[in-house]
């Protein structure tokens, strides 16, 4: 199975093919998932981001990762 996620050590450079594709990237301590935008305006690169709510699930539960309730 190829990783979809895969590991990356702190202060691993990446590369990214930033302008045919929407990034989706894992957080390795909350296992969050993020879709990432890119653009380029004039001499500034404008990124969005948004929290995948799908994804973010399905890697929770491959990596065991207990989903808590929230606080009442």
Known sequence: MTKKFPDIEPGQEVVVDWQ?????????????VHVWQFRVEGDKIILQAWRNNYSTSALRRHRGVPILEARK
Request: charged letters at 25%; hydrophobic letters at 30%; one cysteine or more.
């Open 20 to 32: 045919n594709n929407d990034l989706r990237w894992a957080c390795c301590d909350c296992n969050l």
